[in-house]
């Protein structure tokens, strides 16, 4: 079925929409990582912090299927709630969510789950 992720991005007050990864769930970690170090000197930033991801992504997925971007109506709020955003895992890697003020993230539903984030 794939090795699907959903990644959201958040800061104080904006939730990014959904980066849909189809098959590339157990390189999400490092992705962020990279991504981390991109935006340095804008921290909290959801909306920028996910373009810049898509940007990372997209550089490793060639073609145009796999990777994905949906509207969603999680509020900050709902990213702290654990049985919301494992309702929302597409399963395989889960549903990872990323603070945007330090980057550090939390999966759900998945076996990013178990993966220290610095969220834990």
């Known amino acids: 079925m794939g090795n699907r992720a959903c990644v959201v991005f958040f800061d104080d007050t904006n939730v990014s929409p959904t980066v849909y990864l189809h098959w590339h769930g157990d ?3 490092e992705w962020l990582n990279q991504l981390k170090a991109r935006m340095t000197g804008r921290y909290s ?7 810049r991801f898509v940007g ?3 550089s490793y997925i060639d073609g145009n299927l796999s990777l994905g971007i ?15 955003m494992e309702m929302a ?5 889960g549903i990872v ?11 759900y539903g998945g076996y990013l789950d178990q993966a220290k984030g610095g969220d834990q």
């Open 70 to 84: 949906s509207s969603n109506t999680l509020s900050v709020a709902d990213v702290h709630r654990q049985p919301r």
């Open 45 to 51: 930033d959801a909306s920028y912090a996910a373009a």
């Open 97 to 107: 969510v990323v603070n945007t003020s330090d980057f550090t993230w939390k999966a």
């Open 56 to 58: 990372i992504c997209h």
């Open 89 to 93: 895992s597409p399963g395989n890697a």
């Open 27 to 29: 390189a999400v970690p």
